[in-house]
């Protein structure tokens, strides 16, 4: 009959787990396997009282039964050891196993890292890191999904990305942070703005160095900054409502950061025999009379939007979603396309692209974005790593731009 110690023990047992030290399991697992104390001692580099404390211990934690018989050469589990044995065998076992995964995710040797990124980021950019990082990192699952901007950033800062690779295509990219190449860190609000646009309040534009802290808005370009204007060249710490930095090390905002890998620039694809392709450059007005070959009828939010600054809206003869079916529209002499640099290494050979020069407006920029309100996966810095390598790597035809003749 039990005890009225006894019970409310076993009860308690019976309903929630007990609170057990892995040390305790160890020692017991080391004394059944041996079938001796003074043995599992010597094993463990401990004294033998040391071991009988141990057992004692887990003993007590478990309801006050003895585990072990003892012989006149050695012990062996009683009922309760037996029934203990395959249940520290299996916690000790998955505990194990639990920190080769914990140190596989510590070391980017395991674990899941979920990469979305637009269209023509996968043309070239996003596989060539991709390819980087699996050989650096075979352990680690990716998967990888294609969208546009907007429903990229709206899906990281909902946690069900790691990285999306945005552009500045449509105009600017709000909620987040710029993180520049070089420089120093600033904090605070920040809104990005790429073109057009009024940023009021003081402007404070660093060249290099310093720590910039406040409510931030960040300019590329084209943008009125009223009031008085401050250009320290080096160093120092500034404060202020906004900030407009040319290059910098890390800008925190509020739902994510963007890692700048490139600016890109844009080529016009014309048809071989069209009167402009001989052209060594190209600026939007001399276009305005073309048919257009555009992604959507809409040209606000497209590559095109900048032409309605100089005053003409782009005839979309054809709205053609797919890069590949865009150039068979061009190559067909049914109109003209923008093509980005990232997309120009994988266009056919009977059609001629012309750099555009646009000096009113900034190349398209292209970020790498993570979340700010969760910690990162582990992956995520190495797969950063890959991601500006395979841009360096674009980099000849990315920024010094790429003709090629038919």
Request: proline share 8%.
């Amino acid at each position: 009959m039990p005890t009225p110690h006894t019970a409310p023990l076993a009860d308690h047992l019976a309903t929630a787990p007990p609170d057990l030290s892995t040390v305790w399991l160890r020692t017991f697992l080391e004394v059944a396997r041996h079938g001796s104390f003074t043995v599992a001692a010597r094993e463990l580099g401990w004294t033998q009282s040391a071991v009988s404390r141990q057992i004692a211990a887990l003993e007590a934690a478990l309801g006050g039964a003895p585990l072990f018989d003892r012989l006149p050469r050695g012990v062996r589990p009683t009922a309760h050891g037996r029934a203990l044995l395959p249940h520290a065998q299996d916690v000790l076992s998955r505990l194990r196993t639990m920190g080769r995964e914990l140190a596989a995710l510590r070391d980017a040797e395991g674990g899941l890292l979920r990469v979305g990124a637009f269209a023509t980021a996968d043309a070239g950019l996003v596989p060539r890191a991709i390819a980087t990082f699996r050989a650096r990192h075979p352990g680690v699952t990716l998967t990888r999904e294609e969208g546009l901007t907007p429903t990229l950033l709206s899906r990281l800062t909902e946690g069900e990305l790691d990285v999306a690779v945005v552009s500045t295509t449509g105009g600017a990219l709000t909620g987040g942070a710029v993180v520049p190449t070089t420089g120093g860190t600033l904090t605070g609000e920040t809104v990005v703005s790429t073109t057009g646009g009024t940023l009021p309040g003081d402007a404070v534009m660093p060249t290099t160095g310093g720590t910039l802290t406040g409510a931030t808005v960040v300019s590329t370009t084209g943008d009125t900054l009223p009031g008085d204007a401050v250009m320290p060249t080096t160093g120092g710490t500034l404060t202020g409502e906004t900030v407009t930095p040319t290059t910098g090390s890390t800008l925190t905002g509020e739902a994510y950061e963007l890692h700048h890998l490139l600016d890109e620039t844009l080529y016009v694809a014309l048809p071989a025999g069209h009167a402009l392709a001989a052209s060594p450059e190209l600026r939007l007005p001399q276009l305005a009379a073309e048919d257009w070959i555009s992604g959507s009828p809409r040209v606000e939010g497209s590559l095109l939007e900048p032409a309605l600054r100089h005053g003409f809206r782009p005839r979309v003869a054809h709205a053609v979603a797919e890069w590949t079916a865009k150039q068979g529209y061009v190559a067909a002499g049914l109109g003209i396309t923008l093509v980005p640099a990232l997309a120009a290494e994988g266009v056919r050979r009977d059609i001629t692209l012309v750099p555009l020069r646009d000096e009113g407006a900034p190349p398209r920029t292209v970020y790498a974005a993570t979340p700010r309100d969760h910690a990162p996966a582990p992956a995520t810095r190495p797969f950063l790593t890959a991601l500006r390598g395979a841009a360096r790597g674009l980099g000849r035809h990315v920024v010094a731009g790429r003709v090629r003749r038919a």
